[in-house]
């Protein structure tokens, strides 16, 4: 037998052994409730709002970061083994060419954040991953997205806090008045609860100076005036330090919450005794994430249309504003 043929037999093993991994994987997502699917790009860039490509050349990326794919999700798992029969005739000859040393020309991919999205190139990739190779040649082309993705381990609760932050970003306009605001919420939700805060701010600028005060000036000032101190004051007391898992504006969250409690309560408030009360209990307000211990399921990536705060949490956030600037009702 010919070693041309021998290495042919060998591609058809690799093959079926991808595909017995695949099942496996399958099997443990089953037992865990942890789904391992190639994320779509279309869902990434819905949920993180494009505002531009930018073509970055030829590169050897990581092959671990590919997690994604344009438009054949169905025909590979999150490790890339194949997924379909059909697969199996260029998967085979492919292998038998890069384990015979053949240069391969480079994949194409678009790039969100740190991760990958593969446009032309899934069967090299797959095999490659099979081979053990560390990268992988690429063309990159990289999306520009409103809200950043920086969690390399996305998953669907990602997305849709990725997508809220995105929503909030358009609404607010922060991260164009601010550039270097980078707000991150770990609880799906709380974006609503700062843009009620902002717009309890720009209630009370709109009454002092007597004027209609535009949304994204009261964010820039909110940020200025409220969130930046606030942190501030979180940052001398090492807060992030003892409450790991937190993220600055976590933090942020329940401090304002407990100023606002110590307040209602009528003992004593600010920003020093609610970081105290926050360290004497912070199980209390840690932030949860929804969807923990349960199965996660892709969720439909569109754009919410959010109701306007006009109820209680929306009065809620206006005394908050009343405590924390002093002001008078």
Request: glycine content about 6%; proline content about 5%; hydrophobic content about 40%.
């Amino acid at each position: 037998m010919s070693f041309d043929s021998l290495s042919a037999i060998n591609s058809q093993h690799e093959f079926d052994a991808a595909s017995r991994d695949s099942l496996l994987v399958e099997l443990a997502a089953v037992l865990t409730g942890h789904e391992r699917v190639l994320l779509p790009l279309n869902d990434v860039v819905q949920a993180a709002g494009m505002v531009g490509q930018v073509d970055r050349g030829f590169r050897e990326i990581p092959l671990e970061l590919i997690r994604g794919s344009e438009n054949r999700t169905r025909d590979f798992d999150a490790s890339f083994h194949p997924l379909k029969a059909h697969l199996r005739d260029r998967w085979t000859r492919l292998h038998t060419l890069m384990d015979q040393g053949r240069e391969m020309p480079p994949i194409d991919v678009y790039q969100v954040g740190e991760l990958y999205f593969v446009k032309d190139g899934h069967h090299r990739v797959s095999v490659a991953r099979r081979m053990g190779w560390p990268v992988i040649r690429a063309h990159v082309v990289e999306v520009k997205t409103r809200a950043p993705l920086d969690d390399v381990d996305v998953n669907p609760e990602v997305l849709l806090e990725v997508a809220e932050y995105a929503t909030f970003l358009e609404r607010t306009q922060l991260d164009r008045v601010r550039p270097e605001a980078r707000l991150r919420c770990s609880h799906l939700g709380r974006y609503d609860v700062i843009y009620d805060h902002i717009q309890g701010h720009r209630y009370f600028m709109g009454v002092e100076q007597r004027r209609d005060v535009p949304l994204p000036e009261a964010a820039a000032s909110w940020y200025d005036t409220v969130y930046k101190p606030l942190t501030d004051v979180a940052e001398r007391h090492g807060l992030a330090a003892q409450l790991p898992g937190w993220t600055e504006t976590d933090i942020y969250l329940a401090l304002t919450r407990l100023w606002l409690d110590l307040d209602r309560e009528g003992r004593p408030a600010g920003p020093e005794k609610a970081v105290h009360a926050l360290l004497d209990d912070a199980t209390s307000y840690a932030p949860r994430r929804r969807w923990a211990g349960r199965r996660r399921r892709r969720p439909r990536l569109v754009a919410a249309r959010r109701r306007s705060r006009t109820g209680p949490r929306g009065r809620s956030a206006r005394r908050l504003l009343q405590v924390i600037s002093g002001r008078r009702a």
